[in-house]
């Protein structure tokens, strides 16, 4: 059974760089689809940033396309979102999550299986 754990969220300044981690059990990194969402309060979850399993394809959404990437490292079996430019409305708790294949990627939060606790990202103006 796969587990997910994210790692590195805080509070900084707008226009700092961040670096989230999220540690993955049970399954190879490299196995299925992943990607990053986020949450703010009274706000549905909503896409950030994923790579497909097989292709290794990335995906982004329009509101971080050029400032984030996202990336994994199959030896560490780790996926990381490096984020660039934060902005205020970058504020949410932000999840590691998978979904259950290996080909392509679809966007809606509900296509992801499973989840990581979550880590808060806070970006002061």
């Known amino acids: 059974q796969v587990q997910l754990m994210e790692s590195g969220g805080r509070l900084v300044q707008a226009g700092d760089s961040l670096q989230l981690s999220c540690a993955v059990s049970?399954?190879?990194?490299?196995?299925?689809?992943m990607g990053w969402l986020r949450q703010v309060p009274g706000e549905e979850r909503e896409f950030v940033a994923g790579?497909?399993?097989?292709?290794?394809?990335?995906y982004y959404s329009d509101a971080v396309k050029g400032r984030f990437t996202v990336s994994r490292d199959n030896a560490k079996n780790m996926f990381y979102l490096q984020m660039n430019s934060l902005r205020p409305e970058d504020t949410a708790v932000y999840y590691c999550a998978t979904q259950s294949t290996s080909w392509g990627l679809t966007r809606s939060p509900s296509a992801f299986s499973t989840w990581g606790q979550g880590t808060q990202v806070t970006v002061s103006s």
């Open positions: 790579v497909d399993g097989i292709a290794g394809r990335t």
């Open positions: 049970g399954r190879p990194v490299s196995a299925y689809t």
